[in-house]
Protein backbone atom coordinates (compact mmCIF):
# COMPACT_ATOMS: atom_id res chain seq x y z
CA UNK A 1 0.00 0.00 0.00
CA UNK A 2 1.49 3.23 -1.13
CA UNK A 3 2.24 6.03 1.57
CA UNK A 4 -0.28 8.97 2.10
CA UNK A 5 0.40 12.28 2.94
CA UNK A 6 -2.21 14.60 3.93
CA UNK A 7 -1.20 18.19 3.99
CA UNK A 8 -1.13 21.79 3.04
CA UNK A 9 1.55 23.00 0.72
CA UNK A 10 2.02 26.01 2.21
CA UNK A 11 1.95 24.72 5.73
CA UNK A 12 5.87 24.40 7.22
CA UNK A 13 5.06 21.29 9.05
CA UNK A 14 3.92 19.67 5.34
CA UNK A 15 7.04 20.90 3.39
CA UNK A 16 8.89 19.16 6.38
CA UNK A 17 7.44 15.73 5.59
CA UNK A 18 7.46 16.88 1.67
CA UNK A 19 11.49 17.54 1.91
CA UNK A 20 12.34 14.11 3.81
CA UNK A 21 10.18 11.61 1.14
CA UNK A 22 12.01 13.42 -1.89
CA UNK A 23 15.52 12.86 0.27
CA UNK A 24 14.03 9.14 0.73
CA UNK A 25 13.28 9.09 -3.14
CA UNK A 26 9.81 7.90 -2.10
CA UNK A 27 6.65 7.56 -4.11
CA UNK A 28 3.48 8.98 -2.18
CA UNK A 29 -0.02 10.01 -2.78
CA UNK A 30 -0.48 13.83 -1.34
CA UNK A 31 -3.90 14.60 -0.60
CA UNK A 32 -4.59 18.41 -0.28
CA UNK A 33 -6.10 19.91 3.23
CA UNK A 34 -7.38 23.28 2.48
CA UNK A 35 -6.83 24.99 5.24
CA UNK A 36 -8.29 28.14 4.45
CA UNK A 37 -11.84 26.47 3.69
CA UNK A 38 -11.38 24.44 7.11
CA UNK A 39 -11.12 20.87 5.83
CA UNK A 40 -8.49 19.97 8.94
CA UNK A 41 -12.02 20.64 10.76
CA UNK A 42 -13.93 18.02 8.92
CA UNK A 43 -15.47 14.87 11.01
CA UNK A 44 -12.71 13.21 7.95
CA UNK A 45 -10.21 14.72 9.33
CA UNK A 46 -10.48 14.34 12.64
CA UNK A 47 -10.37 10.71 12.71
CA UNK A 48 -6.76 11.13 11.92
CA UNK A 49 -5.36 13.26 13.92
CA UNK A 50 -7.69 14.83 16.66
CA UNK A 51 -5.65 18.42 16.93
CA UNK A 52 -6.81 19.09 13.33
CA UNK A 53 -3.54 20.45 12.31
CA UNK A 54 -1.49 19.21 9.05
CA UNK A 55 0.33 16.74 7.85
CA UNK A 56 -1.12 13.39 8.68
CA UNK A 57 1.01 10.27 7.44
CA UNK A 58 -0.68 6.73 5.97
CA UNK A 59 2.16 3.95 5.34
CA UNK A 60 -0.29 0.96 5.19
CA UNK A 61 -1.62 0.00 8.44
CA UNK A 62 -0.30 3.11 10.33
CA UNK A 63 -1.35 6.27 10.58
CA UNK A 64 0.77 9.23 12.19
CA UNK A 65 0.20 12.92 12.91
CA UNK A 66 3.42 15.52 14.40
CA UNK A 67 5.65 16.44 11.58
CA UNK A 68 9.24 15.68 13.06
CA UNK A 69 7.45 12.41 14.67
CA UNK A 70 6.78 11.50 10.96
CA UNK A 71 10.31 12.44 9.60
CA UNK A 72 12.50 9.88 12.63
CA UNK A 73 9.88 7.30 11.44
CA UNK A 74 10.60 7.64 7.63
CA UNK A 75 13.91 8.18 8.20
CA UNK A 76 14.22 4.61 10.27
CA UNK A 77 11.72 2.81 8.42
CA UNK A 78 13.17 3.76 4.95
CA UNK A 79 16.88 3.70 6.27
CA UNK A 80 18.45 2.02 3.02
CA UNK A 81 16.68 4.44 1.01
CA UNK A 82 18.10 7.73 -0.57
CA UNK A 83 19.83 9.50 1.50
CA UNK A 84 20.82 8.18 5.14
CA UNK A 85 18.80 11.16 7.53
CA UNK A 86 19.94 9.24 10.65
CA UNK A 87 23.03 7.26 11.75
CA UNK A 88 23.56 3.62 13.09
CA UNK A 89 26.30 4.74 15.56
CA UNK A 90 24.75 5.18 18.76
CA UNK A 91 27.57 8.37 20.10
CA UNK A 92 26.81 10.03 16.76
CA UNK A 93 23.16 9.41 16.91
CA UNK A 94 23.11 10.93 20.14
CA UNK A 95 24.54 14.05 19.27
CA UNK A 96 22.30 14.12 15.78
CA UNK A 97 19.52 13.94 18.30
CA UNK A 98 20.31 16.50 20.04
CA UNK A 99 20.62 19.03 17.32
CA UNK A 100 17.32 17.84 16.46
CA UNK A 101 15.96 18.37 20.04
CA UNK A 102 17.40 22.39 19.56
CA UNK A 103 15.78 22.57 16.44
CA UNK A 104 12.18 22.48 18.02
CA UNK A 105 13.12 23.59 21.47
CA UNK A 106 15.54 26.61 20.26
CA UNK A 107 15.11 27.69 17.16
CA UNK A 108 11.61 26.98 16.09
CA UNK A 109 9.42 28.74 18.60
CA UNK A 110 11.88 32.05 18.03
CA UNK A 111 11.41 31.77 14.36
CA UNK A 112 7.93 30.53 13.41
CA UNK A 113 6.86 33.70 15.74
CA UNK A 114 9.04 36.18 13.67
CA UNK A 115 7.46 34.36 10.70
CA UNK A 116 4.06 34.80 11.66
CA UNK A 117 4.99 38.33 12.72
CA UNK A 118 7.14 39.40 9.76
CA UNK A 119 5.26 37.08 6.62
CA UNK A 120 1.63 35.30 7.39
CA UNK A 121 0.21 38.36 9.12
CA UNK A 122 0.77 40.72 6.11
CA UNK A 123 -0.45 38.27 3.75
CA UNK A 124 -3.33 38.23 6.37
CA UNK A 125 -3.64 42.24 6.39
CA UNK A 126 -2.88 42.46 9.74
CA UNK A 127 0.05 44.51 11.21
CA UNK A 128 3.12 43.40 12.18
CA UNK A 129 4.28 44.04 15.92
CA UNK A 130 7.59 45.74 15.39
CA UNK A 131 8.40 45.17 19.06
CA UNK A 132 7.64 41.57 18.96
CA UNK A 133 9.57 41.49 16.44
CA UNK A 134 12.87 42.88 18.09
CA UNK A 135 12.24 40.74 20.79
CA UNK A 136 12.21 37.40 18.65
CA UNK A 137 15.15 38.80 16.38
CA UNK A 138 17.58 39.10 20.25
CA UNK A 139 16.32 35.43 21.01
CA UNK A 140 17.06 33.90 17.26
CA UNK A 141 20.44 35.73 17.08
CA UNK A 142 21.63 34.14 20.22
CA UNK A 143 21.03 31.01 19.18
CA UNK A 144 22.10 31.68 15.52
CA UNK A 145 25.53 32.45 17.23
CA UNK A 146 25.26 29.20 19.16
CA UNK A 147 24.57 27.97 15.43
CA UNK A 148 27.69 29.65 13.87
CA UNK A 149 30.17 28.69 16.34
CA UNK A 150 28.84 24.71 16.02
CA UNK A 151 28.94 25.34 12.04
CA UNK A 152 32.37 26.39 12.39
CA UNK A 153 33.58 23.00 13.97
CA UNK A 154 30.98 20.96 11.83
CA UNK A 155 29.76 21.22 8.18
CA UNK A 156 26.27 20.33 9.15
CA UNK A 157 24.66 20.73 12.34
CA UNK A 158 24.46 17.16 13.38
CA UNK A 159 27.80 15.91 12.18
CA UNK A 160 29.81 15.58 8.70
CA UNK A 161 26.61 14.44 6.12
CA UNK A 162 22.85 16.36 6.20
CA UNK A 163 20.62 14.93 8.72
CA UNK A 164 17.18 15.25 9.89
CA UNK A 165 18.95 18.00 12.32
CA UNK A 166 19.44 20.15 9.06
CA UNK A 167 16.00 19.30 7.39
CA UNK A 168 13.74 20.24 9.89
CA UNK A 169 14.49 23.91 9.42
CA UNK A 170 14.10 24.18 5.77
CA UNK A 171 10.63 25.63 5.69
CA UNK A 172 10.91 28.20 8.45
CA UNK A 173 14.64 29.42 6.86
CA UNK A 174 13.40 29.54 3.63
CA UNK A 175 10.21 32.02 4.93
CA UNK A 176 12.75 34.15 6.58
CA UNK A 177 15.20 34.02 3.73
CA UNK A 178 12.58 36.44 1.83
CA UNK A 179 12.50 39.20 4.63
CA UNK A 180 14.45 41.03 6.30
CA UNK A 181 15.61 38.60 8.73
CA UNK A 182 17.50 37.00 6.49
CA UNK A 183 20.34 39.54 7.98
CA UNK A 184 20.28 37.78 10.81
CA UNK A 185 21.38 34.88 9.18
CA UNK A 186 23.73 36.76 6.37
CA UNK A 187 26.15 38.38 9.79
CA UNK A 188 27.51 34.88 10.43
CA UNK A 189 29.49 33.16 7.77
CA UNK A 190 28.80 29.97 8.83
CA UNK A 191 25.29 29.58 8.97
CA UNK A 192 24.56 31.84 5.89
CA UNK A 193 26.82 28.91 4.16
CA UNK A 194 24.74 26.07 6.04
CA UNK A 195 21.61 27.76 4.69
CA UNK A 196 23.22 28.40 0.93
CA UNK A 197 23.62 24.60 1.25
CA UNK A 198 20.64 23.16 2.20
CA UNK A 199 18.49 25.39 0.42
CA UNK A 200 19.83 24.59 -2.25
CA UNK A 201 19.18 20.77 -1.73
CA UNK A 202 17.39 19.29 -5.11
CA UNK A 203 15.16 17.40 -2.64
CA UNK A 204 13.89 20.98 -1.21
CA UNK A 205 13.64 22.83 -4.77
CA UNK A 206 11.07 20.00 -5.51
CA UNK A 207 8.85 20.92 -2.58
CA UNK A 208 9.22 25.13 -3.44
CA UNK A 209 8.28 24.21 -7.25
CA UNK A 210 4.99 22.28 -4.80
CA UNK A 211 4.14 25.40 -3.41
CA UNK A 212 3.74 27.59 -6.91
CA UNK A 213 1.81 25.10 -8.27
Not at 53 to 58: A, D, M, T
Not at 181 to 197: G, M, Q, T, Y
Amino acid sequence: MAIKVHGYPFSGATQRVLATLAEKELEYEFVNIDLRTGQQKTEAFLKLNPFRQVPVLEDGDLTLFESRAITQYLAHTYADKGTPLITSDPKKMAILSVWTEVEGQRFDPQASKLGYEIVIKPMLGQTTDEAIVAQLEGKLAEVLDVYEARLAQSKYLGGDSFTLADLHHLPVINYLMGSKIKSLFDERPHVSAWCADILGRPSWKKVVALMKH
